[in-house]
């Protein structure tokens, strides 16, 4: 679905997502098949490259794929993504990688309260399990 640079993690994330901005789609919400992950080599994928998927590095052509109506829509989506994706990196202390999602991104900016604790999460990591500890130890008392 996606051949530049031999890539090999996200090249179906990169179709469906041109997919669904460009075709009606139909979600349905009754589970038809179970996917087991266990014995797959696609868990085992390190956190760093997901940020090398190509609707992550090849936006440009996604944007230029995309209705008018609907660059807005994915320009949350990115947002949204990028976030989430930034709290995992941030997490797993790449703090680094998490920083260049937001310069990548800074639709990320949008979700002041989601912004504010990656960054405060990135700068002072000790602070979150300090709340943590004392949000468990009120409900004890």
């Known amino acids: 679905f996606y051949v530049k640079d031999n890539c090999k993690l996200g090249e179906d994330y990169y179709l469906w997502l041109q997919i669904m901005l460009n075709h009606k789609i139909y979600r349905i919400l009754k589970p038809l098949w179970w996917y087991h992950l266990e014995a797959s080599e696609l868990c085992d994928a390190p ?20 209705p008018d109506h609907l660059l807005s829509v994915l320009d949350r989506w990115y947002g949204l993504y990028a976030l989430g994706l930034a709290q995992e990196l941030s997490f797993a202390g790449q703090s680094d990688q998490a ?17 504010f604790k990656l960054r405060t999460k990135m700068i002072a990591p000790q602070l979150i ?9 009120a409900r004890q008392a």
Request: with cysteine; proline share 4%.
């Open 129 to 137: 399990l300090m709340v943590r500890y004392f949000k468990q130890y």
């Open 47 to 66: 956190l760093i490259d997901k940020c090398r998927q190509p609707f992550l590095t090849d936006i440009e052509s996604i944007k230029n794929n995309c």
């Open 99 to 115: 920083v260049k999602l937001i310069n990548k991104f800074p639709q990320i900016k949008k979700y002041k309260w989601e912004y």
